[in-house]
């Protein structure tokens, strides 16, 4: 049986934490010229690996290294271990080069993810900037999969060309549905393009949602997460009420090796995802 | 007849505004629509109005000679369209194109101009809320220069 979500928080503070398990690549998906999504299964007897929306793992290319990934498919479906990665350094780029039935080394599931239990009865808003949309992805297919627990649920999501835009056919589904916003921007237009032209942050204001009742859930590069807060909290949305997911070199994954300090946490295992309220004094430092 | 004012009212824009500044204002509006690929304002020519968005999408566009018209942001429903009117010498300073069938509120910039010059208070008011645009516009201008979701970033 595949160890509970407490249990995983066990073994992720044991030595045990550290032994990636093998996996074989069951689909590659090409979603951008350098974004790929990749479907896992265990294999050598490795259990499905429970996971939570927000939480990342280590992917182990063999001989080559560890990168941590946010999972970016259905915490519901575990048995299908879900990774969307962008070609950013030799690791990724040698992930990008397996192909179907290839083995990884898998270690998670890591972190604390979204608070998706503490916006029940409120209205969610999900920026995503970028990448960003991989880790929130979960959330969304949480929130679908219970959509009458939560009030407005509004996507906005920015990225930097049409050419850029992840998870394209999903992102139609869930705009045909009635029960969603979705909003998407592109920071540069092509000629083909009739939808927004502008950063994700021109869409606040104009979004449906009661700030006074709204849980906010960011992931994105910092600097778009820093613009994203400060017109969230122009319309009006608190500081503990704003969630946004940091992004740090994290090596070990279980807090040891202290790589992915932030101030007193670690991203790895206190977050990555924090409340506002939590790190502000800490956030657009350069320094930290 | 019925007036203009109760959409320029309930239009964020004017939220707040003392009720005298709308009748003055409401006196120089009118209804507009653009049909969708119209240009509502071109680079260098008098931007003699600004526009409330009430329907459509517009966008605004840079010449660029080896690239072709392009696209730097989109403005929609409940936003505002053009600031030029406010500023010496009143030009357009890039083209402005519906995307879509828009319909909106001209506001007459020479009209506007006029009353708050008489009325320095109102100049004033109005001041105050096309700065808050034009710095955002600035800020979202920034961040695009930034290109946040390269691979440098």
């Known amino acids: 049986m595949a160890p509970t979500l407490d249990e995983q928080m066990h073994i992720s503070g044991s030595a045990e934490a550290m032994l990636p398990r093998a996996y074989a690549i069951r689909r590659v998906k090409r979603e951008t010229a350098d974004t790929f999504t990749m479907e896992f299964e265990p294999v050598d007897g490795a259990s499905e690996l429970t996971f939570a929306a927000g939480q990342f793992n280590m992917l182990y290319v063999f001989g080559v290294g560890e990168v941590p990934i946010s999972i970016s498919g259905n915490p519901a479906n575990p048995q299908t271990l879900v990774h969307t990665t962008r070609v950013v350094g030799t690791v990724t780029k040698a992930l990008g080069e397996l192909k179907r039935g290839d083995r990884v080394g898998i270690r998670g599931a890591y972190g604390r993810g979204w608070p998706v ?18 880790p929130l992805r979960p959330v969304m297919y949480e929130m679908l999969a219970a959509r009458e627990k939560f009030g407005k649920v509004v996507l906005l999501y920015g990225t930097r060309t049409p050419a850029d835009i992840l998870f394209r056919k999903e992102l139609e589904e869930w705009r045909a549905r009635f029960d969603l916003e979705v909003f998407i921007t ?25 700030p006074t009742n709204t849980l906010a859930m960011i992931c994105g590069p910092e600097v778009m997460m820093r613009f994203t807060i400060n017109a969230l909290q122009k319309r009006g949305v608190p500081a503990e009420a704003i969630y946004v997911s940091m992004e740090r070199n994290m090596k070990c994954a279980i807090g040891f090796c202290g790589h992915c300090q932030y101030g007193g946490a670690f991203i790895c295992k206190d977050g990555p995802v924090f409340s506002y309220a939590q790190i502000q004094e800490l956030f657009g430092k350069s320094e930290i | 007849m019925e007036t203009l004012e109760p959409l320029l009212a309930a239009h ?8 005298s500044f709308l009748k ?9 629509r653009f049909e969708a690929g119209e240009f509502i304002g071109r680079e260098g020519a ?68 006029a009353k708050c010059e008489e009325n320095h208070d109102l100049g004033y008011e109005l001041l105050k809320r096309f700065t808050q645009i034009m710095v955002q516009r600035l800020e979202a201008t920034r961040i695009q220069l930034l290109d946040i979701y390269g691979t440098h970033a």
């Not at chain 1, 239990?117 to 991989?134: E, R, Y």
């Not at chain 2, 003055?24 to 507009?32: D, M």
């Open chain 1, 117 to 134: 239990a503490a916006a029940t009865g409120n209205d969610v808003v999900i920026v995503a900037g970028g990448i960003g949309l991989a």
């Open chain 1, 186 to 210: 592109v920071d540069r237009g092509s000629p083909d393009w009739r939808g927004n032209v502008g950063v994700v942050t021109t869409l606040i204001p104009k979004a449906p949602f009661d």
């Open chain 2, 12 to 19: 964020p824009f004017f939220k707040n505004l003392e009720e």
């Open chain 2, 24 to 32: 003055l204002i409401t006196g120089c509006a009118s209804n507009v």
């Open chain 2, 46 to 113: 008098n931007a003699d109005h600004f526009y409330l968005i009430r329907h459509g999408q517009v966008s605004l566009q840079v010449a660029s000679p080896s690239r072709g018209a392009m696209v730097v942001q989109t403005i929609g429903e409940g936003e505002i369209l053009g600031w030029s009117w406010l500023v010496p010498p009143y030009r357009w300073t890039l083209d402005v194109q519906a995307i879509t069938l828009t319909r909106a509120i001209a506001l007459d910039g020479k009209c506007i101009r």
